[in-house]
């Protein structure tokens, strides 16, 4: 039994594995849990959070439609608009975009956990029960991956970014990326602010922001 008791707690699962999505229901009811919203994918969950007003959510990290890190990007959602909700994030693979973000944020409990733990049961309703107490749990191979992310900015940054960044290196344009890219201007305009920030540029360095993400881009490639 889960050494803090929180209750019987109203859970909202998002996973797109049909097969893993059954056995999180099967042992989320044998905790003494209620399942109100299992779902397949991060538009889903944001509609089940919305309409079930669960305690807490356990998510996937790579959802519908791309695969990459929507389940976490709207865990990130859910907690901005909602502090009050306990979230348990599970992976194969730590995904360092939005992962500080999510363990940083301020209110309920929140876990970040890897796949291989959910077999380990007695571990899993400690966790759960845990977070729902307002806890924090985070696998330590998560843990040393945020660390070396915080030691190498440029870790921080998702596929996507460093591919922008890359073309910003080879001295191109946003208006040039966007067409080497095949999307819009206001996209790349979003996808160079986020990596800005990943960087920690500040905005009162506009003018040099791009020259110094380069710069660090460059320092990157020499290690």
């Known amino acids: ?123 899993f309703a400690e966790s759960i029960a845990e977070v729902a107490a307002g806890g924090t749990v985070v696998d330590p191979e998560v843990v040393r991956a945020l660390l070396g992310s915080r030691k190498d900015p440029l870790r921080r940054l998702t596929p996507r970014e460093l591919e922008v960044l890359d073309l910003m290196a080879q001295g191109q344009s946003n208006s040039t990326i966007a067409d080497n890219l095949v999307v819009t201007e206001a996209a790349i305009g979003k996808h160079i602010g986020s990596l800005f920030g990943k960087l920690d540029l500040p905005p009162e360095a506009d003018g040099n922001r791009r020259v110094l993400a380069v710069l660090a881009y460059l320092r990157g490639g020499q290690r």
């Open 1 to 123: 039994m889960p050494a803090t008791d929180v209750g019987s707690l109203a859970i909202v699962i998002a996973e797109d594995s049909v097969l893993l999505r059954s056995g999180l229901e099967s042992l989320v009811a044998r905790f003494g849990h209620r399942v109100v919203g299992s779902v397949g994918d991060a538009t889903a969950l944001i509609d089940a959070v919305r309409d079930h007003e669960p305690d807490l959510v356990i998510t996937d990290v790579r959802m519908p439609p791309d695969f990459t890190d929507e389940g976490l990007r709207a865990a990130v959602q859910l907690r901005r608009d909602r502090p009050d909700l306990a979230v348990i994030v599970l992976s194969q693979y730590v995904q360092q975009a939005y992962a500080d973000e999510l363990l940083e944020s301020s209110g309920a409990g929140v876990g970040y956990l890897l796949k291989d733990r959910v077999a380990e049961v007695t571990q």
